[in-house]
Nanobody
Framework: QVRLVESGGGLVQAGGSLRLSCAAS????????MGWFRQAPGKEREFVAA???????DYAGSLKGRFTISRDNVKNTVYLQMSSLKPEDTAVYYC???????????????????WGQGTQVTVSS
């Protein structure tokens, strides 16, 4: 059974940084694409970033330059480094996984097969 566990969320001031982690178990991590989504209260879940099993990445356009996704296939962990955080980045951040899908489908939540429970990020002004 696939399990994804996020960590690293918390309260940070605007302009600060956080690094989220997502530890995966239950499948051959290195063969799967990994992604991050976020959901703010009253809003739909939105794509943040994704990284393919071969290492190519994609980001939501508005987040490029501030967020960086990476993975460690030895530790079975994917990371999301967030910098220059803004109050509008406040949301629950979710990790997700899917098998080797087209990167053009990454932004669609239904592309992803398994999800973590989420970690809260709150950015104060």
């Amino acid at each position: 059974q696939v399990r994804l566990v996020e960590s690293g969320g918390g309260l940070v001031q605007a302009g600060g940084s956080l690094r989220l982690s997502c530890a995966a178990s239950g499948r051959t991590f290195s063969s799967y694409d990994m992604g991050w989504f976020r959901q703010a209260p009253g809003k739909e879940r939105e794509f943040v970033a994704a990284i393919a099993w071969i290492g190519n990445t994609d980001y939501a356009g508005s987040l490029k330059g501030r967020f960086t996704i990476s993975r460690d296939n030895v530790k079975n962990t994917v990371y999301l480094q967030m910098s220059s955080l803004k109050p509008e980045d406040t949301a629950v951040y979710y990790c997700a996984t899917t098998y080797n899908t087209r990167s053009t489908a990454w932004a669609t939540p239904t592309t992803w097969d398994y999800w973590g429970q989420g970690t809260q990020v709150t950015v104060s002004s």
